[in-house]
């Protein structure tokens, strides 16, 4: 739910239908379906049949597609962050995926996770204000998986990254740094274990987008002429590099546990910066470790 009705109708109006006629007939739909449950399905949210008939013409229309929306989303952020003249913070581009599963569905979409399953995935990169308000989607990207390719993972490892679905996370980085570009906005880009990848962290970098990733990869210090000569090599790595930082910090946050209860997080805190292998630039890495319960790593 949009919490700023402004930065809404900034997206709303980024939207190009390329006819006057197809623009109003989104309004009303929108309109009818602010009205509506939405858990409900477009029959019950219309239950007029014209309206219906009205609703699948214009999603069905040769030149309403995925892009048009996604398109003007991004449009009209960017002319929203312009407006926000007093507001100079840098905003938060949060990346992830998730499945949608159409099952009982005849239509065959691909699949999900196993060859049985049926359905798309989505990946998404929804945009936070500094409040952490969201502000809508500035990024999504429809994934197919093609059943053929199922249990084939080891022929993609030879590929170049835009040849795998990996790429996914760094089409969110240029889709940020094209806002960034666009509006005059900083952002900081968040990202789970999946995006521990070389060719993301050098492309951010490379376009100066602020980034923060949970750490997948125990990444080497050592240059490929350096590791050669080191007897133990597992010292040069980034888990014990990071374990091992002789300056520490603790910090204290109040946290949800798993009943929901608030209480107060006790955090020993790791830093420093290193220059790994493969990577262009030194990286500022942050070792996170509660007391209670396990370890947690951020690159």
């Given at each position: 739910?949009?919490?700023?009705?402004?930065?809404?109708?900034?997206?709303?109006?980024?939207?190009?239908?390329?006819?006057?006629?197809?623009?109003?007939?989104?309004?009303?739909?929108?309109?009818?379906?602010?009205?509506?449950?939405?858990?409900?399905?477009?029959?019950?949210?219309?239950?007029?049949?014209?309206?219906?008939?009205?609703?699948?013409?214009?999603?069905?229309?040769?030149?309403?597609?995925?892009?048009?929306?996604?398109?003007?989303?991004?449009?009209?952020?960017?002319?929203?962050?312009?407006?926000?003249?007093?507001?100079?913070?840098?905003?938060?581009?949060?990346?992830?995926?998730?499945?949608?599963?159409?099952?009982?569905?005849?239509?065959?979409?691909?699949?999900?996770?196993?060859?049985?399953?049926?359905?798309?995935?989505?990946?998404?990169?929804?945009?936070?204000?500094?409040?952490?308000?969201?502000?809508g989607l500035l990024h999504q990207e429809v994934i197919h998986r093609e059943r053929e390719s199922f249990g084939k993972s080891e022929n993609t490892k030879n590929r170049v990254i835009e040849e795998k679905e990996s790429n996914k996370w760094l089409k969110g980085i240029q889709t940020g740094s094209s806002f960034s570009q666009k509006s005059g906005r900083e952002l900081i880009h968040i990202m789970d274990r999946e995006a521990d990848i070389v060719d993301l962290i050098n492309l951010a970098q490379s376009e100066e987008q602020y980034f923060v990733i949970r750490a997948r990869h125990d990444k080497s210090t050592l240059t490929n002429a350096e590791r050669f000569k080191e007897e133990n090599t597992q010292i040069h790595r980034l888990f014990h590099l990071m374990r091992n930082v002789e300056e520490k910090k603790l910090i204290r946050r109040v946290l949800k546990d798993i009943k929901g209860k608030d209480y107060e997080a006790v955090c020993e805190l790791n830093f420093q910066s290193l220059k790994f292998r493969a990577i262009k630039s030194t990286v500022q890495c942050v070792w996170i470790r509660e007391h209670q319960p396990a370890d947690e790593k951020i690159l």
């Open positions: 739910m949009f919490i700023d009705k402004d930065c809404f109708e900034y997206q709303i109006s980024g939207i190009d239908f390329g006819h006057k006629d197809r623009a109003t007939r989104f309004k009303t739909v929108l309109e009818t379906m602010a009205r509506s449950q939405i858990s409900l399905g477009f029959p019950q949210i219309f239950k007029d049949q014209y309206q219906l008939k009205g609703f699948y013409r214009l999603i069905n229309n040769d030149f309403v597609s995925h892009s048009t929306f996604i398109d003007g989303y991004q449009r009209g952020l960017i002319e929203y962050s312009k407006a926000q003249i007093s507001d100079k913070s840098r905003w938060i581009l949060i990346q992830d995926s998730m499945l949608t599963d159409y099952n009982s569905r005849q239509l065959d979409l691909g699949y999900t996770q196993t060859i049985h399953s049926n359905g798309l995935i989505l990946h998404h990169g929804l945009l936070l204000n500094a409040d952490f308000v969201p502000l």
